[in-house]
């Protein structure tokens, strides 16, 4: 049996017995069957590892630290289950007791099961598992920094600053439409947050933008095009001014939106040109709509004005003169463009990473500034990390880490190995050869979705 289908045999069995602890009371010899099969799925996975964790990013489950393949029932209830006891990790240590495996239940659902003994909310799950003195089963967050291995996925605290910009904006939008000023402080907030942890590791939050799971295309769009701009931008400059005021021009460009009508914004059908002449319209918008609220720079107002505009001076809206972009639109722009591409959007499905690299290179000089393709392919590469790959082994593969000296040979950690599953988790540099005949160990072949 696979690792993969080891992982999957322990959730079900989980899955069980929270959900037969719903029926039965403790210790039935039900539930005492079920927990029986937890702990033999433990053992077996502990043969070739001390640990065992499940972990919870959004609605996917992961398993020491990596999501799974496909997303099946089992695992999303359990993700489910773990989110609303606010529990984003959960580790089996070797050395665990049957006695605590039934602690750990009890914790997750007895109270939910004898309705007269609900536990108040706010006491966390963690201390109630060490007040029965269970040690050798944590819950938790995912912490990249501290656990090497949970590298591939991004830790709750960059979650929670996505979550926040993409709610605050769409704030922010809610006030534009209703012709309230746009709160601009909350605004450099979020972009300051977003900032801090990109600062510290730039790969969670990237991973992050690229996930594409995510409801509420404007939003989730503006917030990945901020983290791209600051991102950029902490690449080329030092100066934590510079890089703040990219972002807040960011996430402010797209706010003219709010005067086209969303039949028109979400539609499949063939747009009229009355309708387009709209769209067109919605860099003026912008404009106007940020001149009137306090407090935004004249930065963000240029980026919004210029930011369907190109580096070949076409573009829109027209100009009586031909204008050469602000850098910071540059930047912007690219941004922009890169995750309109790789979003599925109802009238357009998603470019794969690797297509999206070409249509970059193909445009640089055209739409996009030369210099900056190189910046964002150098950080991004061809799979920027989160992206699943099959490799000429056969294996599949996540890439966690762009190499800039090649886009296609990123360092990734093997999802499915192919011969010895010991080499499951592995971290490889696909830029690593063979010593004795130069050539490459691994290669990624594509992409997959
Ligand atoms: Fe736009």
Not at 44 to 64: F, I, P, T
Not at 75 to 85: A, G, K, V, Y
Not at 362 to 380: A, E, H, Y
């Amino acid at each position: 049996m696979s690792t993969a289908s080891e992982y999957l045999e322990l959730v079900r069995h989980l899955m069980a017995a929270v959900n037969g602890r719903r029926i039965y009371p403790p210790r039935h010899p039900a539930l005492d069957r079920t927990l029986s099969r937890i702990e033999q799925a433990l053992h077996h996975l502990m043969v070739s590892r001390d640990e065992v964790q499940l972990g919870v990013l959004g609605n996917h489950l992961l398993a020491d630290g990596l999501p799974w393949e496909e997303q099946e029932e089992p695992l999303s209830l359990l993700s489910q289950e773990l989110r609303s006891r606010k529990i984003d990790k959960l580790t089996f240590q070797r050395g665990f007791t049957r006695t605590d495996l039934d602690c750990l239940l009890e914790v997750l659902c007895g109270d939910q099961a004898s309705p007269g003994t609900l536990l108040p909310e706010s006491v966390p799950v963690a201390d109630l598992l060490a007040g029965r003195g269970v040690s050798r089963i944590r819950v938790g967050h995912l912490n990249l920094e501290a656990e090497p291995s949970a590298l591939g996925a991004a830790v709750p605290s960059e979650r929670g600053a996505y979550e926040d910009a993409v709610s605050g904006l769409s704030d922010a939008m809610d006030c534009a439409s209703t012709g309230r000023f746009i709160r601009t402080r909350q605004i450099v907030t979020l972009v300051e947050s977003l900032m801090e942890h990109l600062a510290r590791d730039p790969a969670p939050m990237l991973m992050l933008s690229t996930l594409r799971g995510h409801s509420e295309y404007t939003y989730t769009h503006i917030v990945n095009v901020t983290i791209l701009t600051i991102a950029q931008a902490q690449v080329l400059t030092d100066d934590p001014e510079i890089i703040r005021e990219y972002g807040i021009a960011a996430m402010m460009h797209d706010m003219g939106k709010v005067k086209i009508p969303k039949e028109i914004l979400d539609s499949r059908a063939r747009l009229s040109e009355a309708d387009f002449e709209l769209i067109r319209r919605h860099p003026i918008e912008s404009l106007h709509l940020l001149r009137e609220s306090p407090g935004v720079s004249d930065l963000a107002l240029i980026v919004a004005f210029e930011h369907h505009r190109r580096f070949d001076l076409t573009g829109y809206p027209a100009l009586p003169a031909p204008l050469p972009q602000h850098f910071a639109t540059r930047v912007v722009t690219l941004a922009d463009a890169y995750d309109a591409m790789r979003s599925n959007r109802s009238y357009q499905r998603e470019v794969p990473p690797e297509q999206a690299l070409q249509i970059l290179q193909q445009q640089s000089g055209k739409m996009f500034d030369p210099v900056l393709v190189r910046t964002f392919i150098r950080m991004m590469g061809a799979f920027p990390p989160g992206t699943r790959l099959r490799l000429d082994t056969g294996e599949e593969a996540m890439a966690l880490k762009a190499n800039p000296e090649d886009p296609f040979r990123p360092i990734v950690r093997l999802v499915v190995g192919t011969s010895s599953e010991g080499e499951r988790l592995k971290l490889v540099n696909l830029a690593e050869r063979d010593p004795k005949t130069g050539a490459y160990l691994r290669s990624a072949t594509c992409s997959l979705p």
